[in-house]
């Protein structure tokens, strides 16, 4: 009887569809959900899932430049945060909700 | 072991985005978010990103995470209420929509990149510390600088957005 061996790899096309996967449940609550907070959670989610693309391509083509393009990512997401969050802080206090659909102003 | 670990990082990931999708309270999807954004940082260290993965920590699930985390505790944002009526037809098509976007994804991974090689821990590791640092102050030193620019600009607005007199 032969021994058991485990395949010591993963295809590369899994850590991609994982991406895809995480990206459309991202898709799904920005679309799904009604409070702000959770949207904007939904956003950085999606953002997750472009970097695990970004490093599987990385390390497809052995090259260190996708690295440089997910960093360049996270750093305009942290930047994207604290903006998106004082945007919210200030419509909280204006109009006391942090539901989307009552915030439609710009709706006509 | 490569594929031992990622299958439990990946439903890990999976599970928690779910859990993100579908709890009612900020708090827990915060909290979710934070799972995710974990189990994803040890792919990236199985896909040779070692300072990805350590920013990815720092970053990620340490700054921006408490930021959010701050930010709910600061409104006192409770559950959500199910006060939009949302009927069973365009929740079931929602959902269809949903599942086709991702089968149309996969497929045209599985199409277009049919035999692209596979991952194995520690047949790569470039992304260290030293490797990123020489592309990012070399190559990439004015993409860079400009983001220092605009993590100024993201300061400044976010201080006059939040001040009391608005």
Same mark, same amino acid.
């Given at each position: 009887?032969?021994?058991?061996?485990f395949?010591d790899?993963?295809?590369?096309?899994?850590?991609?569809?994982?991406?895809?996967?995480?990206?459309c449940?991202?898709v799904?609550?920005?679309?799904?959900?009604r409070?702000?907070?959770?949207?904007?959670?939904?956003?950085?989610l999606?953002?997750n899932?472009?970097?695990?693309?970004f490093?599987?391509?990385s390390?497809?083509?052995?090259?260190?430049d996708?690295?440089i393009f997910?960093?360049?990512?996270?750093v305009?997401a942290a930047a994207e945060a604290?903006?998106g969050?004082?945007i919210i802080l200030?419509?909280?206090k204006n109009?006391h909700t942090?539901?989307i659909?009552?915030?439609?102003?710009l709706?006509w | 072991?490569t594929?031992f670990?990622f299958f439990?990082l990946?439903?890990f990931?999976?599970?928690?985005?779910?859990?993100?999708v579908s709890?009612?309270?900020?708090i827990?999807?915060?909290?979710?978010?934070v799972?995710?954004?974990?189990a994803l940082?040890?792919?990236y260290?199985?896909l @040779?990103?070692?300072?990805?993965? =350590?920013a990815q920590?720092?970053?990620?699930?340490g700054a921006? +995470?408490v #930021?959010f985390?701050f930010?709910i505790m600061?409104?006192?944002?409770?559950a959500e209420?199910e006060?939009?009526?949302?009927?069973?037809?365009?929740?079931?098509?929602?959902?269809f929509?949903?599942a086709?976007?991702?089968?149309?994804?996969s497929?045209?991974?599985?199409?277009?990149?049919p035999?692209? @090689?596979s991952?194995?821990?520690? =047949?790569?590791?470039g992304?260290t510390?030293?490797e990123?640092? +020489?592309? #990012?102050?070399?190559?990439?030193?004015?993409?860079f600088?400009?983001?220092?620019?605009?993590i100024?600009?993201?300061?400044?607005g976010?201080?006059?957005?939040?001040r009391?007199?608005?």
């Amino acid at each position: 009887m032969p021994p058991l061996t485990f395949p010591d790899s993963v295809p590369l096309s899994w850590y991609l569809i994982l991406s895809a996967v995480l990206f459309c449940l991202g898709v799904a609550g920005f679309v799904y959900r009604r409070n702000v907070i959770t949207v904007f959670m939904s956003i950085e989610l999606m953002l997750n899932a472009v970097n695990l693309t970004f490093i599987t391509f990385s390390y497809k083509l052995k090259h260190v430049d996708g690295h440089i393009f997910a960093f360049f990512v996270m750093v305009v997401a942290a930047a994207e945060a604290a903006v998106g969050l004082a945007i919210i802080l200030t419509v909280f206090k204006n109009r006391h909700t942090l539901l989307i659909d009552e915030v439609n102003s710009l709706k006509w | 072991m490569t594929p031992f670990f990622f299958f439990i990082l990946a439903g890990f990931a999976v599970f928690c985005a779910i859990s993100l999708v579908s709890q009612t309270h900020p708090i827990a999807s915060a909290l979710s978010l934070v799972g995710v954004m974990g189990a994803l940082a040890v792919l990236y260290l199985q896909l @040779g990103a070692e300072f990805l993965a =350590a920013a990815q920590m720092i970053v990620y699930a340490g700054a921006i +995470m408490v #930021l959010f985390v701050f930010v709910i505790m600061l409104l006192n944002a409770g559950a959500e209420q199910e006060a939009r009526r949302v009927s069973r037809l365009a929740r079931f098509v929602g959902m269809f929509m949903m599942a086709a976007l991702l089968g149309i994804i996969s497929f045209t991974i599985q199409g277009q990149f049919p035999n692209m @090689g596979s991952v194995t821990f520690g =047949a790569w590791v470039g992304g260290t510390a030293q490797e990123v640092g +020489m592309l #990012l102050f070399t190559t990439y030193l004015l993409p860079f600088e400009i983001t220092s620019i605009l993590i100024l600009i993201a300061i400044v607005g976010a201080i006059v957005l939040a001040r009391r007199e608005v």
